[in-house]
């Protein structure tokens, strides 16, 4: 078996999950959306066993990955036994914007 990384959400993130779940819940009800942000976030724990899956993000001018859930890409860096979830973005939206120092010191 793999070597099993940590997964870690960068606040940014975190906002654009909230923002899905509003955003479907005005349209389909809160369950649907909690429902749905809840598969999100296992999609991305997903990476924790095996991060090289996804593809290389070149628009994003840092080394990045991502992989797709339904119409959203969860765009993601590797670090030694760490996966940083970045973003959670909406194919629909183009290029998703990265700011590379969303960790911080923690990184």
Same mark, same amino acid.
């Given at each position: 078996?793999?070597?099993?990384?940590?997964?870690?959400?960068?606040?940014?993130?975190?906002? %654009?999950?909230?923002?899905? +779940?509003?955003?479907?819940?005005?349209?389909?009800?809160?369950? =649907?959306?909690?429902?749905?942000?809840?598969?999100? =976030?296992?999609?991305?724990?997903?990476?924790?066993?095996?991060?090289?899956?996804?593809?290389? +993000?070149?628009?994003?001018?840092?080394?990045?990955?991502?992989?797709?859930?339904?119409?959203?890409?969860? +765009?993601?860096?590797?670090?030694?036994? +760490? =996966?940083?979830?970045?973003?959670?973005?909406?194919?629909?939206?183009? =290029?998703?914007?990265? %700011?590379?120092?969303?960790?911080?010191?923690?990184?």
């Amino acid at each position: 078996m793999g070597q099993t990384h940590k997964a870690i959400f960068a606040p940014q993130s975190t906002r %654009d999950i909230e923002m899905i +779940v509003r955003y479907i819940a005005r349209q389909n009800g809160s369950e =649907v959306a909690m429902r749905f942000g809840t598969d999100l =976030v296992e999609k991305a724990l997903t990476l924790s066993s095996f991060p090289e899956r996804g593809r290389i +993000v070149p628009e994003a001018g840092e080394p990045s990955h991502e992989i797709i859930f339904r119409s959203y890409r969860i +765009v993601y860096r590797l670090k030694p036994a +760490v =996966v940083e979830v970045l973003r959670f973005w909406h194919a629909a939206r183009g =290029v998703p914007q990265i %700011d590379s120092d969303d960790f911080g010191a923690k990184a």
